[in-house]
């Protein structure tokens, strides 16, 4: 679990042109103040630590950061932000060394590769991504180098982009990056869809292209791929929420704290601008019904992938409707199908392949089904065990 502390809610110094967040502006729902003693009240009900997040969380003046995570690294012991990095300076650096931040950064890549996170004009796109290198660069320098979302799409990782992409990855981890976490692009907007993401067979292309690389890498780790290997020899723990049945009314994984103390959910599953109120209790229903909807009706039924993968999140549904699985699941069946046949190159049995497979989805859907959401581990080793003795 991680608290997200959004002081200025979805405000932002940059518009990029696929942001998931973008209906919320245009609805006008973005925060109007912020009260930083209900703040932290917010912040110990929840139990913290907390990530400051936005839109961009850096807009916040100096003085109400400050104050922020020195109440942060008092209390919890540290802090960790989320930007796509224009605004750091001088001064953030002090405080990101001095307060424990954990920093991550947005960008897709260098100079035009980083074009969509637009800044209102090509000259200002431009020099806005030249200040969130050089801020990557120096973070590397002063021995804090920040963990990278990057989002994949046709102007980042089309035929002639990829190589570039590529290079730069493989400079940022002679810099000493350690992590970046791949994303599929995601929008409402059926225009920027139309124009910007790239179909499945490229996607595919793309993702098994960045795997290839990774091995080649020292230290950075592209996360999606441990992950989903993770996944396949039945370990969840330590992935990211996307693969562990996410309630879209209650993102447990995500406890959201807004300007004014309100709780809220992830950002990627409000849909039509609209913040939806945070339930009080998860629910499991969307993945009992998964399991048992054909896959022709936007469901998950018989797919030797469903352990591992869920749906995936909720907040990428078919049609944006929570109840089906997720439109990218065409790439993450062929992700999962390339990491699985390696595995068997490998000697390793995958999950999927298992025969106690099917005996560990009824358990997990009987766990769902009493309000229970339990990592894969603590199902594996009894159901196992049944399997091996009703074969005796």
């Known amino acids: 679990m991680s608290v997200e502390l959004r002081p200025l809610g ?23 103040g912020y009260d930083l003693a209900v703040m932290k009240q917010a912040i110990e009900e929840e139990g913290g630590p907390f990530t400051l997040f936005g839109g961009e969380p850096l807009l916040l003046p100096v003085r109400d950061l400050e104050y922020l995570w020195a109440w942060g690294f008092e209390r919890f012991g540290r802090n960790a932000v989320q930007t796509n990095g224009v605004a750091i300076d001088e001064n953030h650096i002090r405080m990101f060394k001095q307060y424990n931040v954990t920093v991550g950064i947005s960008i897709d890549g260098p100079g035009e590769l980083n074009d969509l996170r637009w800044a209102g004009s090509l000259a200002k796109t431009r020099a806005a991504t030249a200040k969130t290198e050089a801020a990557i660069s120096r973070l590397c320098q002063e021995s804090i180098p920040p963990r ?84 396949l020899q039945g370990t969840d723990a330590g992935v990211s929420c996307t693969w562990r049945a996410c309630d879209s009314y209650t993102t447990v994984a995500v406890r959201g704290v807004e300007g004014m103390g309100q709780k809220s959910n992830c950002g990627r599953t409000n849909k039509d601008g609209i913040d939806f109120v945070k339930a009080d209790e998860p629910g499991y229903e969307r993945y009992i019904a998964l399991y048992q909807t054909p896959q022709k009706f936007g469901g998950c039924s018989g797919c030797r992938f469903f352990l591992m993968c869920k749906g995936q999140c909720p907040g990428t549904a078919i049609d944006g409707d929570w109840r089906n699985r997720t439109e990218h699941c065409d790439i993450w069946m062929q992700l999962f199908e390339q990491v699985e046949a390696r595995l068997l190159r490998r000697g390793i049995q995958p999950l999927s392949v298992r025969p106690e497979r099917l005996p560990i989805e009824r358990a997990l859907v009987d766990e769902w089904s009493h309000g229970r959401n339990p990592r894969l581990e603590s199902l594996m080793p009894q159901t196992a065990a049944q399997t091996a003795a009703s074969r005796a």
Not at 10 to 19: E, L, T
Not at 191 to 206: C, D, H, W
């Open 10 to 32: 979805v405000r932002c110094n940059i518009a990029c042109h696929y942001c998931y967040q973008q209906p919320q502006r245009d609805a006008g729902n973005v925060a109007r």
């Open 148 to 231: 990278l979302i990057v989002t994949l799409h046709r102007r980042n990782a089309g035929t002639e982009q990829l190589p570039v992409l590529r290079e730069w990855l493989r400079g940022l981890d002679r810099m000493g990056i350690r992590g970046a976490r791949l994303h599929l692009l995601e929008s409402e907007n059926p225009q920027i869809r139309e124009r910007y993401a790239m179909s499945m067979q490229e996607n595919i292309r793309v993702l098994m292209d960045l795997a290839s690389l990774e091995p080649e890498l020292r230290t950075m780790r592209l996360d999606i791929f441990d992950e989903v290997e993770k996944l």
